[in-house]
């Protein structure tokens, strides 16, 4: 089926029928339903980052955000390559930082 955990729960407790498909073909999901996978999604996507982070709160809240930003990417493109794109360019941009800011990693007690 096309339609989500969420909203198929949701509609075999309600007895509401399904959402019809958008013009394009797509399904068509629910708020709620995006909302809450993208929240089951983020916490252990930050959680498997966190022994990287020392276990510290700031870090988690800000992968945390950065997770909700590539799942807001990907069900707004409706793209995986999207999100993998950004999450790659992202990697990418802290590495780089890395890189000079450490003159090469060969200062890391400057992080």
């Known amino acids: 089926s ?10 075999q407790v309600s007895g509401k029928p399904p959402l019809p498909l958008e013009p394009n073909g797509h399904p068509q999901w629910s708020r709620t339903a995006m909302v809450s996978a993208s929240v089951l999604t983020s916490v252990p ?7 990287q982070t020392g276990w510290s709160l700031g870090p988690f809240l800000l992968l ?7 799942c ?3 069900l707004r ?3 995986l390559a999207a999100s993998v794109f950004v999450h790659a360019s992202y990697n990418l941009l802290l590495f ?3 890189l000079v800011g450490t003159g090469g990693f060969q200062h890391l007690d400057k992080m």
């Open 2 to 11: 096309t339609q989500s955990t969420w909203d198929w729960g949701t509609e």
């Open 45 to 51: 996507f930050a959680l498997m980052h966190a022994d």
């Open 64 to 70: 945390t955000c950065v997770s909700l930003a590539l």
């Open 72 to 74: 807001w990417i990907r």
């Open 77 to 79: 493109t409706r793209s």
């Open 96 to 98: 780089s930082i890395m």
